[in-house]
């Protein structure tokens, strides 16, 4: 099975601060990479897919990169209502695989 | 537009059987697979299995086989999971998932396994 590193496991930023979460995959991937947030007690809600491309409604912050194996979420500017835990997960082939998870708090 | 709607949150005891459905609206049922992953308190995501639902193909995980079954009903456009041999370990919230790269999560259904 292919296995998604994530880090870090959290970070602490301030209204406005740039976020950046990595998710390395064992193997390659190609693009089949998707980032999800989490609330408290709510199904994940999608935000990138195919490693880059931003879901629908989804605001601008939220960015995503590909280089190789290694994977890159971007919050430009972190907003309050961002505090979340974040999740990377591959569905280039069966079983698909999620990282660790990232929550994200404010200072 | 795209909505599955799973049941309701279930508590068992050790030993018995789960089955959580999901239906689905806004799209042509037939078109896409559905994958189940589940997240235990406070944990990450688990993916279970995926059922093709055009040809009933199925693929569990490894450690579940022989104790999950997932199905479709194509006249009702619902999915339907099983677990059998509940364990503790099984307690969890089991979300339905439909399609891949631009995936649609179930609201998810709350499963308690306890004495």
């Known amino acids: 099975d292919i296995q998604m590193t994530q880090s870090p496991s959290s970070l602490s930023a301030s209204v406005g601060d740039r976020v950046t979460i990595t998710c390395q995959a064992s193997?390659?991937?190609?693009?089949?990479l998707s980032w999800y947030q989490q609330k408290p007690g709510k199904a994940p809600k999608l935000l990138i897919y195919d490693a880059s491309n931003l879901e629908t409604g989804v605001p601008l912050r939220f960015s995503g990169s590909r280089s190789g194996t290694d994977f890159t979420f971007t919050i430009s500017s972190l907003q309050p209502e961002d505090i979340a835990i974040y999740y990377c997960q591959h569905y280039d082939t069966l079983p698909w695989t999620f990282g660790q998870g990232t929550k994200v708090e404010l200072k | 537009q795209v909505q599955l709607v799973q049941s309701g949150g279930e508590v068992k005891k050790p030993g018995a059987s789960v089955k959580v459905s999901c239906k689905t609206s806004?799209?042509?049922?037939?078109?896409?697979?559905i994958n189940w992953v589940r997240q235990a308190p406070g944990q990450g995501f688990e993916w279970m299995g995926y059922?093709?639902?055009?040809?009933?193909?199925?693929q569990y995980l490894q450690k579940l086989q022989g104790r999950v079954t997932m199905t479709t009903d194509v006249s009702t456009s619902t999915a339907f999971m099983e677990v059998r041999s509940l364990t503790y370990d099984d307690t969890a919230v089991y979300y339905c998932?439909?399609?891949?790269?631009?995936?649609?999560w179930g609201q998810g259904t709350l499963v308690t396994v306890s004495s």
């Open positions: 998932v439909r399609g891949q790269r631009v995936a649609y």
């Open positions: 193997q390659d991937i190609s693009h089949s």
């Open positions: 059922i093709n639902v055009y040809n009933g193909d199925t």
């Open positions: 806004g799209y042509n049922f037939i078109s896409y697979g």
